[in-house]
């Protein structure tokens, strides 16, 4: 089953789980915080933070390309000769 159809029949699966935060009010979005399944840290999800960060992605973009925020590469590692 292609990936667009599964979303569509488990969103309408009432036994699916829906993410957070799925069905938030705006209201709830600017406070919304939750803990990583994978390490149990706390993450700040906040609209006015994910703003504010996608700006700065978006900014080095334009500026260093794709690869500046894509492939895990870094500008700062040489190779060493």
Do not use: C, H
Not at 20 to 33: E, H, I
Not at 50 to 74: C, P, Q
Request: proline share 6%; charged share 15%; hydrophobic share 40%.
């Amino acid at each position: 089953m292609a990936g667009a159809a599964f979303a569509k029949q488990a969103v309408g699966d009432p036994g699916f789980k829906k993410p957070k935060p799925w069905g938030f009010s705006r209201s709830s979005l600017t406070q919304f915080q939750t803990t990583s399944t994978s390490t149990v840290q706390p993450i700040d999800a906040r609209i006015p933070k994910l703003v504010r960060v996608s700006n700065v992605i978006e900014s080095a973009i334009a500026v260093y390309g794709t690869a500046a925020v894509g492939l895990g590469r870094s500008y700062y590692i040489y190779d060493q000769d």
